[in-house]
């Protein structure tokens, strides 16, 4: 015969396995990370290629373009790196796996992107009272083709937007962009004015620029590394929805947490109004969080009300008595 408290956790254990849901990558959502190792090595490439031009031009737009692509390619890579620890399997050490990495990989990734920017606006910032001699044409050359390669790179990432990690790397990618686009046009303004300080206060745009999409990155995945609620998402909204299923009297210990750049995780209690049709309130339950809150993994508790009110509260210790 077995204890009462073997029988409970057999049936602890049988409601989390009919109350889990792991769905595979939703269509048109397919891993990142080749994309991104097929971009890093490009990047890297043509890095090297307009950091010696910049070098040879004298423009400092170009030669900071090229600094934020070398990162960016190592970026790229990192990023990649990180996709490829999160598609591991769960271990006995790590039971949710290793999609976490995608996440730190992003917090890296947008800290960096803040510490170039700096050291790009300090430069550029020391250049303002100085004349330099800069050959605009071959720097708005060399500029133009950074600027299709990096047009080319974000087409690639594009499909990949709803994990966290591609759009960390595409964030690279943008900055890149915006680092072409800034050297290009200072270059074409020195060919035709010979106005140089341009260069400096192109380099200063694409900085500001750059720190406004990294301090919104850096926010997004620090708050997913605390667990909190995604930012597209509200507790709220989302138990309401769930309680207004026709079988839920109500919903109560609600949590919604980021797993990965791309997997939402949440757990909830669901106080049913007849156990007896858990079964399918529970499907229909997962498939409203998949199709209107693209949350995939799902754990939840049925519970009668009567259970829930036989609960007694527990004072807070905490509380100061009056």
């Not at 990142?32 to 890093?40: E, K, N």
């Not at 039971?95 to 790009?120: D, H, K, P």
């Not at 989302?238 to 949440?266: C, F, P, Q, Y």
Request: charge should be positive.
């Amino acid at each position: 015969m077995i204890p009462h408290f073997g029988r409970r956790l057999q049936v602890t254990l049988l409601l989390r396995t009919m109350a889990h849901s792991h769905p595979p990558l939703a269509l048109g959502q397919q891993h990142a990370d080749p994309v991104l190792w097929r971009a890093a090595a490009i990047t890297l490439a043509f890095a090297a290629l307009e950091g010696l031009g910049g070098w040879w031009t004298g423009s400092l737009a170009l030669v900071s373009d090229a600094g934020h692509m070398l990162t960016d390619g190592a970026a790229l890579a990192l990023g990649a790196l990180a996709g490829w620890m999160a598609r591991r399997p769960p271990s006995r050490h790590h039971s949710y796996g290793f999609g976490r990495a995608e996440i730190f990989a992003a917090v890296i990734n947008a800290g960096t992107m803040l510490a170039i920017g700096a050291a790009i606006a300090y430069e550029a910032s020391t250049r303002l009272g100085q004349a330099r001699e800069i050959q605009g044409g071959m720097a708005a050359a060399i500029a133009l083709a950074g600027l299709a390669l990096n047009l080319g790179i974000m087409k690639w990432l594009a499909p990949h937007k709803h994990d966290m990690n591609a759009r960390a790397a595409a964030l690279h990618v943008l900055g890149d962009t915006l680092g072409s686009v800034g050297a290009l046009g200072s270059g074409m303004v020195i060919v035709l004015t010979g106005w140089t300080p341009i260069d400096a206060i192109a380099s200063l745009f694409i900085c500001a620029l750059i720190a406004v999409s990294s301090l919104r990155l850096l926010r997004e995945s620090v708050h997913a590394l605390m667990e909190g609620v995604p930012l597209r998402l509200s507790a709220e909204s989302v138990g309401m929805e769930m309680a207004k299923h026709k079988a839920v009297r109500s919903v109560h210990d609600l949590h919604i947490w980021t797993l990965s750049g791309s997997r939402v995780a949440l757990s909830a209690h669901v106080v049913m109004r007849d156990l007896s049709r858990w079964d399918r309130t529970l499907q229909e339950l997962q498939l409203l969080l998949r199709e209107r809150f693209g949350i995939e993994h799902v754990t939840l508790q049925p519970e009668s009300p009567a259970a829930t009110e036989a609960r007694v509260a527990v004072p807070d210790p905490r509380r100061r008595k009056v």
